[in-house]
């Protein structure tokens, strides 16, 4: 983003991209405010993007006006509920995107293949191609559960700081869905600890007994996802483990890889 003496007007089009500065403000400063949990202050957005306070109040005026920013009581500024469908969409795409990689590993796996989203403090799942076993897993598209019990959920705060992670389950709380539920923040933060040593996460029986359950996140994601695969504990084994993990960590790249090029591999 220019400093904030920049000189230029909000509708000048961006040297560096060859875009238009205002929206490429626009949308920075939604990111901003994402990153800072949805609400923000004028003050907030000007120091951490280095822009002049009557830019970006400008810029904010049009978001409310439009509906993807709305103004609190306080004075300060909140994400707005049009941007609700707009996340819901892209998330549905996602999925769309993901379909086939999901597919080639059940292929290359023989187990339910599974797509998963953090949307606020629960895991929402946006994709599955089922197994063609006759005893498989299956779960809805659209299903939210809770982090501390999921494959999923582990891969997908292995790297948030500890202090966000106790956060984020003193607000969900840490109900045993099974035996082998983890029910402890500090048994959580060591099983992140264990996923950021190997590579990938294991719900193992966590979640429903008799299933298990390996999952890695999709790098540099545009938002944080992880894919998995799910089955029978006496399917997906120790030994099994070691010869699937490879596979769903090369699925995870190639996923990113066509994120990144925005659109699917063809």
């Known amino acids: 983003m220019p400093p904030s003496h920049a000189s230029t007007s909000d509708s000048k089009p961006a040297a560096s991209s060859g875009g238009v500065q205002s929206l490429e403000r626009a949308f920075d400063l939604l990111e901003r405010m994402a990153d800072a949990g949805g609400e923000v202050g004028l003050s907030e957005l000007s120091a951490s993007s280095g822009l002049p306070l009557p830019t970006i109040h400008r810029l904010m005026r049009t978001l409310v006006v439009c509906g993807y920013v709305r103004q609190q ?93 106790r956060a984020l389950l003193a607000r969900t709380g840490m109900p045993a869905a099974t035996e082998k539920t983890i029910t402890t923040p500090d048994g959580f933060l060591d099983a992140l600890d264990q996923v950021r040593r190997v590579g990938y996460a ?8 008799g299933v298990r359950c390996l999952a890695v996140s999709v790098p540099d994601s545009p938002t944080s996802a992880a894919i998995s695969i799910s089955g029978p504990a006496g399917r997906v084994t120790e030994a099994a483990t070691e010869r699937i993990v490879p596979i769903l960590q090369q699925a995870a790249k190639e996923l990113s890889d066509a994120l990144a090029s925005s659109g699917p591999a063809g």
Do not use: C
């Open 73 to 165: 009581p306080n004075r300060r500024y909140a994400l707005g509920p049009r941007l609700i469908r707009l996340g819901e969409s892209a998330a549905r795409l996602l999925g769309t995107w993901a379909r086939p990689y999901l597919a080639r590993l059940v292929e290359e796996t023989g187990e339910t293949a599974n797509m998963a989203l953090l949307d606020g403090d629960e895991i929402v799942y946006v994709a599955q191609v089922p197994s063609k076993h006759s005893m498989r897993m299956f779960t809805e598209v659209g299903r939210r559960v809770l982090p501390h019990s999921t494959g999923v959920g582990k891969a997908l705060l292995a790297h948030t700081p500890p202090d966000e992670v």
């Open 202 to 209: 294991v719900d193992d029986n966590e979640q429903e007994i």
